[in-house]
């Protein structure tokens, strides 16, 4: 599946934000770290743009990732049961 170029450059600008703001990058990639969360929002904002024709994530959605991640990290929860969608 080809990648729309909106999710791209939402993508793209959430992580010149975050390399420009640690305390946020921080927050954010928490134990997962980077690859995990991008990896994450990248779903997301492509369940979004399908459904809405928008890839901007919601506070929820964020949070969302956030605490997947971190439990994944710490292993209380299974890789598959991180998100109730993919993209296949």
Same mark, same amino acid.
């Given at each position: 599946?080809? #990648? ?8 793209? !600008? ?5 390399? #420009? ?26 369940? !979004? ?25 710490? #292993? ?13």
């Amino acid at each position: 599946m080809k #990648e729309h170029i909106d999710i791209t450059i939402y993508i793209n !600008n959430m992580k010149l934000f975050l390399e #420009e703001n640690t305390q946020a990058a921080n927050y954010f990639y928490g134990e997962g770290g980077k690859d995990a969360f991008f990896m994450f929002v990248k779903i997301f904002a492509t369940k !979004n743009y399908e459904e809405h024709g928008d890839p901007v994530l919601t506070i929820e959605q964020f949070e969302l990732i956030r605490s997947r991640i971190n439990d994944v990290k710490r #292993e209380t929860v299974t890789p598959h049961t991180i998100i109730p969608f993919s993209l296949n």
